[in-house]
């Protein structure tokens, strides 16, 4: 009996290993088919309209238009990633700290239901930073954001987490592929423990979820879509080269997702200095509180407040602008939910699928040294100008 039961035992792990490899298999299979779409998505830029585009207001300051200045955005050599330098003091701010003090004095952007609204560079005038309230004509977005913060707020609990507040007050996982801090190769983030990733296994197979993260996919697109059809041949390219390698969402192009459980996500100055420097981060404000008084966005070299509120998403270069949130009232509840791709992984694949250290070996890293300063030129054209996108002009 005891070596019966061991058997059972033993099948009993196998299937379950097996039905895991099958699951992963699909998911890999879902992303893979995603990716090897650019040429529909090409026709479907071209023949589709976006209403919300004729319908965006240029941030202003006093009526004059403001901009990005890209040259002032610290990045490495190789344009790939951000840099941590030169950040302002790491604690909480209230609104008043930046709006009404002479010290600061920056720009508050105050939010307009339904509008959308950008930034664009001061050189190219392509669109750097873009505020959007959320889908168009879409009553029950509200309540579907409401629904994505309740499930924050209530698997909070089955959580364990590790006491590492890097970013402030509040504890954070994160799910996807990553590539960084001394991995051999790009990898899918499975070092947070069972409970944790249940956790965000359960998250990310909500509807809620998958409504934001299909959402903010469809808006990358119809705002910088040459970025995105890069995204798109970068991130085929990594999966087919990496058959264990699967997108977290089957319905967006970013390679991994974190969530800030809260209960007050209250962001301190920071970069995330390891996302792709001249791509986007995709950032969604959950929870209840009043965003006319907290919860602000702040983005320090533009010197700008932007008014924040449950349910809307900004979509920022995050690796290369200062970023954090004003102070919320003590009894108010905040979380966000924020979708990014790595910078490595972007390294990774153009440098031959291979860590940095053995690609500046090669020949190629040589004739490459040339293109280190043009890299980030090169990105920086990927952002289309609010001409280019209302005539569809950029393809």
């Not at 309540?143 to 909070?156: F, G, M, P, Q």
Request: glycine share 6%; proline share 6%; net charge positive.
């Amino acid at each position: 009996m005891p070596r019966k039961r061991a058997k059972n035992e033993m099948d009993r792990k196998r299937d379950k290993e097996h039905s895991k490899e099958k699951r992963r298999k699909i998911r890999q299979q879902q992303s893979i088919a995603f990716c090897h779409d650019e040429q529909k998505l090409r026709q479907h830029l071209q023949t589709h309209q976006f209403p919300h585009l004729n319908n965006a207001q240029h941030v202003k300051d006093k009526d004059v238009p403001m901009s990005v200045d890209p040259e002032n955005l610290p990045r490495t050599s190789t344009g790939y990633l951000g840099l941590g330098r030169d950040l302002p003091e790491r604690r909480e701010y209230a609104l008043s700290d930046l709006v009404d003090d002479g010290a600061h004095n920056f720009t508050l952007v105050r939010h307009t239901p339904e509008v959308t609204k950008y930034i664009p560079s001061a050189e190219s005038k392509g669109v750097m930073v873009v505020i959007s309230p959320g889908p168009e004509n879409d009553p029950s977005w509200n309540e579907n954001t409401r629904k994505a913060a309740a499930s924050i707020e209530e698997l909070a609990s089955h959580c364990l987490f590790t006491g590492d507040r890097r970013r402030g007050s509040f504890d954070s996982l994160f799910y996807g592929i990553s590539m960084g801090n001394g991995q051999p190769r790009p990898m899918v983030l499975n070092d947070q423990g069972a409970a944790n990733l249940r956790v965000l296994e359960r998250l990310r197979t909500m509807e809620c979820f998958q409504r934001i993260a299909g959402f903010i996919s469809v808006t990358f697109l119809s705002w910088a879509p040459n970025l995105f059809l890069y995204y798109i041949r970068i991130t085929a390219a990594l999966l087919n080269r990496h058959p264990d390698l699967f997108l977290p969402f089957a319905n967006c192009i970013f390679a991994a997702f974190a969530v800030n459980f809260g209960p007050q996500t209250v962001c301190l100055p920071h970069r995330d200095t390891k996302n792709l420097a001249f791509g986007w981060c995709a950032v969604t404000a959950l929870g209840d509180f009043d965003w006319t008084k907290g919860g602000h966005l702040m983005l320090w070299e533009l010197k700008m407040v932007l008014e924040f509120p449950p349910g809307a998403t900004i979509f920022i270069p995050s690796a290369v602008v200062c970023h954090f949130n004003t102070r919320i009232q003590p009894q108010e509840k905040r979380f966000s939910f924020t979708l990014y791709s790595a910078g490595g992984l972007f390294r990774w694949v153009e440098h031959g699928f291979q860590l940095e250290k053995v690609y500046q070996q090669t020949l190629e890293a040589v004739r490459d040294a040339r293109d280190n300063a043009q890299k980030w030129a090169t990105g920086l054209s990927l952002f289309s100008s609010i001409d280019a996108l209302q005539t569809r002009s950029f393809l």
